[in-house]
């Protein structure tokens, strides 16, 4: 199993940053992939940035590419996404999830931290 742990989400004006983080702990080995999703009251939850354990690059929604920038330091088993730019669009709760290799899907989730950005 893995557990994982967000935080760093608040209140930021509209154009201001934010930097959130999510922690991995139990069998963080088994983690291939990590990424960021989202869920604004009334909507679906939606992708948001994913990063693999073995490359640095990122892939991006349209939504938010050459705003957001998606990290991840293994030593630390943390993930990271760096918010620019913010828009009051992109207010929502904000997921941390964890792939394994054997499945493929994000089986493993974080509780979600909020996000608002006032204009």
């Known amino acids: 199993q893995v557990q994982l742990v967000e935080s760093g989400g608040g209140l930021v004006q509209a154009g201001g940053s934010l930097r959130l983080s999510c922690v991995a702990s139990g069998r963080t080995q088994s983690i291939f992939r990590m990424a960021w999703f989202r869920q604004a009251p009334g909507k679906e939850r939606e992708f948001v940035a994913v990063?693999?354990?073995?490359?640095?690059?990122?892939h991006y929604a349209d939504s938010v590419k050459g705003r957001f920038t998606i990290s991840r330091d293994n030593e630390k088993n943390t993930l990271y996404l760096r918010m620019n730019s913010l828009k009051s669009e992109d207010a929502a709760v904000y997921y941390c999830a964890a792939a394994s290799r054997v499945t493929g899907n994000f089986d493993y989730w974080g509780q979600g931290t909020q996000v608002t950005v006032s204009s």
């Open positions: 990063v693999t354990r073995i490359s640095d690059s990122g």
